[in-house]
Every structure is written in structure tokens, then in C-alpha cells.
């Protein structure tokens, strides 16, 4: 075996946190975009029952979701899908979707996100960062500062596409 297959076989030990809890939702990043040469990057999320994410869109970051456990409803540009454990759903390049936890348990997703940096910079930042290892979803804390939240979305490249009254 040569030097460079030994090296691709090692772990990745991460110098930055790796888990975050953001409206509802505990993300864990399994693989970062730079661990991939900014191919994509792997997030497990846990997401508490009604909770998920609002309709937005982000023309540079790709997306799939994988449901691992539960049941999970998606809008893709309006169009409403029905998701549950093997199913997997795909986001064209900038349409505009979202997702919930339809069930009344936690459900569980990976997403894969291409090239990943976005989504990355905007959770790492907007998330409240909890220990390396974090399996259950914390309690609830307060509303979320949404002004703060669209503002980061905007500054990471993610429109988020809420009624006006909620954005202020």
C-alpha cells in the first residue's frame, strides 16, 4: 500500500466544532467541503418533530436530502413531496424549497450540499455551537432572531423566503 492510500484511510481528527443546533434542528457535519477538495460536504440532521426549514433558495450550493427516519414533507418551487426512511429528494440549483419533520417524532436526514461552503459558513455561524458528539436535540430556547438569521443567510449566500412580517 502506498503512502498516499495510508493517508486516505486515516480519520479526520476536526480542529472546529462539528455540531450545531439551529430552529429546531441538530446538525452534525460528518464531512466538511475542504475534506472533500470543495466537492461537497455530509450533514446528519436530527429534526424535532414541526420543525425543518423555511423556504429559501441558494444558486451555488446544491442539495439532496436523504431520509434516514421518519416522515418528512418538502416544497420544491411548489410542488409539495411526501418523504420517508430511503427516500431521497433533490433540490435543483437555486429552486426555491423547504422541508419539516411531519411526524410527531425527531426524523433523521443526511443532506448532501455541493460544493458545501454555504451551508457550512451559514450554520457554523447562525447555530448554536454544542459539544463534539451531541445526539439528542437540546430543549427549546426563545424565538429566533430572524433578522440576524436573513442577514447571515444573505451574507453566506442562502435567500431565505419568509412573509414579510417575519423578517422584522
Known amino acids: 500500500m502506498s503512502a498516499t492510500s495510508t493517508a486516505a484511510l486515516e480519520p479526520v481528527v476536526r480542529l472546529e ?24 460536504s455530509l450533514t446528519e440532521s436530527l429534526v424535532a418533530p414541526g420543525a425543518g426549514a423555511p423556504p429559501n433558495r441558494h444558486p451555488a450550493d446544491g442539495e439532496v436530502f436523504y431520509v434516514i427516519d421518519g416522515q418528512f414533507e418538502f416544497t420544491v418551487e411548489g410542488r409539495t ?15 426555491v424549497h423547504a ?28 447555530g448554536d455551537p454544542l459539544p463534539s458528539g451531541t445526539r439528542d436535540l437540546p ?18 449566500g442562502l435567500e431565505f423566503l419568509l412573509p414579510p412580517s417575519a423578517d422584522h
Open 17 to 40: 466544532t462539528d455540531t450545531y443546533h439551529l430552529l429546531g434542528n441538530l446538525l452534525r457535519f460528518l464531512v466538511r467541503s475542504h475534506e472533500t477538495g470543495g466537492a461537497y
Open 81 to 95: 413531496i411526501p418523504a420517508t426512511a430511503g427516500d431521497c429528494v433533490r433540490v435543483p440549483d437555486g429552486a
Open 99 to 126: 422541508f419539516r419533520n411531519a411526524g410527531t417524532t425527531p426524523g433523521k436526514l443526511l443532506i448532501v450540499n455541493s460544493p458545501g461552503r454555504d451551508h457550512e459558513a451559514f450554520f457554523s455561524e447562525a
Open 139 to 156: 430543549p427549546p430556547v426563545g424565538a429566533p432572531d430572524i433578522p440576524r438569521l436573513l442577514e447571515l443567510g444573505r451574507r453566506h
